[in-house]
């Protein structure tokens, strides 16, 4: 059940990557770079969401170009990659966009995201997550990574505080 009352808070979204704004799958060519697969929807649902006024962050074990180049199409400011512990990034994260962690909601999908998960306002879980990661979950989505979960969280969001109405009417 999406979780309405703590949405309407939510100030400061931050994703994992892999297994959250992608499948999951890597690919790499034959010079050894590094091919990753984002869903347009997903991409949309963030400009909405920025848009709106929703800071919006990636924390990621993973260092990527291809990650680089989408944050840079998409207008994400804050990216934290090669992250160890993704846990200890919060304070830092916390001073760089001035919202405090009882506003930010994390969207992850396996161990290494349970301590932030932890450690904000609303922990979700996107549908294909692993099994510990979805019952720490405050919210699991109903769509799996890569596939329209960010999208869905960030309608969710929209809805939560009253703009997505506003939103569908420019359309």
Sequence with gaps: MVPLEKLKHIRLLLLDVDGVLTDGGIIYNEDGGEIKVF??????????????????????????KALRHRCENLGIRYLFDGVGDKAKMLPEIVAQTGIGPEQAAFVGDDLPDLPLMKRVGLAIAVADANGIVRQRAAWTTKAPGGHGAVREVCEALLTAQGLWEEIIARY
């Design 39 to 64: 869903n347009a929807k997903d991409g949309l649902g963030l400009r909405l969401a920025m848009t709106a006024g929703i800071t919006v962050g990636i924390v990621t074990g993973r260092r990527s």
